[in-house]
């Protein structure tokens, strides 16, 4: 059975870094796009980047400046590299895999593998 873990999360201040990884030791992510999606407690689960099986990779408006999605495809492992973080990227932050072929997929319906999520604060 799939289970995706997400890790990396925590507190930062404003300006700061984080990297965010999921892995799965129970399939391999070179058969699925993979992304991250965000959510604040009461409202939608917001999407934030994806990357193709092949490499390509694609970011919402708001973060594509300061965020970087990457797979490695030897560990198994999608990461989230986030620069210049935000009150506003204070959320709780899930991967996802997805089997479709389209890309970018940026609705959470596309994507039937999900992780707990690990929370990201960011405040002073």
């Known amino acids: 059975q799939e289970r995706l873990i997400e890790s990396g999360g925590g507190l930062v201040q404003p300006g700061g870094s984080l990297r965010l990884s999921c892995a799965d030791t129970?399939?391999?992510?070179?058969?699925?796009?993979m992304a991250w999606f965000r959510q604040t407690p009461g409202e939608q689960r917001e999407f934030v980047a994806a990357v193709s099986r092949t490499g390509s990779t694609y970011l919402t408006d708001s973060v594509k400046v300061r965020f970087t999605i990457s797979r490695d495809g030897a560990d198994n492992t999608l990461f989230l590299k986030m620069n210049d973080l935000k009150t506003e990227d204070t959320d709780v932050y899930y991967c996802?895999?997805?089997?479709?072929?389209?890309?970018?997929?940026?609705?959470?319906?596309?994507?039937?593998?999900w992780g707990p999520g690990t929370q990201v604060t960011v405040s002073s």
């Open positions: 129970s399939f391999s992510f070179s058969d699925y796009n």
């Open positions: 996802a895999a997805s089997h479709k072929v389209n890309f970018p997929a940026t609705r959470t319906a596309d994507y039937g593998f």
